[in-house]
């Protein structure tokens, strides 16, 4: 069965820390990962991973994928109270376009 | 350009009632799929809908539940004789159609449904 494994769970830093959220997964014929942002709200798009090795950045994110390892991680620099949120990682098969996704990392990140 | 839009905000709906739920997807996007997030919980596929068309419906519980996504007008998803277990937050994504690439979802705000 398809899955995806978040970690950690949760997260508490003090802004400035840089932090790195990790995704692994196992997938029949994986296509794609990509990364969200969930406030209390809809869950926003961060990055979309379809190659192995290139980092994608964009400001103080970035994230790159290992197809071999099977994971992802998303690293976010001089984090900021705005980071505050639920990170979520998923993945996409070739086989169906559903999103599986992992159970997100909450990220606390006080002044 | 609008996004991913889904009503109402909220839904409360007693045992046994009817839920009706609606998304209409950002302009240009032909396909839409609906997941269920329960409280602490990652999202969980349940349908993905083309015009008319029902793609992929491997997360929809088989009883009570159906959607549609008709020529004209949102998609819906219809929850009959509702439980306390519906109750959840149930996002819309809506995507283009691309077969050469991967495409990324957008997601509407969610409509959260509880259920008394």
């Known amino acids: 069965e398809d899955k995806v494994v978040q970690s950690p769970l949760s997260l508490v830093v003090h802004e400035g820390d840089t932090v790195t959220l990790n995704c692994s997964y196992e997938?029949?014929?994986?296509?794609?990962l990509l990364w969200y942002k969930q406030e209390k709200k809809a869950p926003t798009f961060l990055f979309m991973l379809?190659?192995?090795?290139i980092e994608k950045k964009s400001g103080r994110l970035s994230s790159i994928l290992d197809k071999k390892e099977l994971f992802s991680i998303l690293n976010i620099t001089a984090t900021q109270t705005g980071d505050s949120a639920v990170y979520l990682c998923?993945?996409?098969?070739?086989?169906?376009?559903?999103?599986?996704f992992g159970t997100g990392t909450r990220l606390q990140v006080f002044p | 350009n609008a996004g991913v839009m889904q009503n109402p905000r909220h839904l409360v709906r007693r045992r046994g009632q009817e839920a009706r739920l609606r998304c209409s997807p950002m302009?240009?996007?032909?396909?839409v799929y609906w997941y269920r997030q329960l409280p602490e919980e990652g999202l969980k596929f349940m349908v993905y809908?083309?015009?008319?068309?029902?793609?992929?419906e491997s997360g929809m519980p088989k009883e009570r539940f159906s959607a549609e996504f008709p020529k004209e007008g949102p998609s819906i998803l219809r929850i009959q004789q509702v439980v306390r277990g519906d109750s959840a937050a149930y996002f819309c994504?809506?995507?283009?159609?691309?077969?050469?690439?991967?495409?990324?979802?957008?997601f509407g705000p969610g409509t959260r449904l509880t259920v008394t």
């Open positions: 994504a809506s995507s283009p159609y691309n077969e050469a690439s991967s495409y990324e979802q957008y």
């Open positions: 997938v029949t014929n994986f296509r794609s």
């Open positions: 379809t190659s192995s090795g």
């Open positions: 998923a993945v996409r098969s070739y086989n169906t376009d559903k999103l599986i």
């Open positions: 302009k240009g996007h032909s396909h």
């Open positions: 809908l083309q015009k008319e068309n029902i793609i992929d």
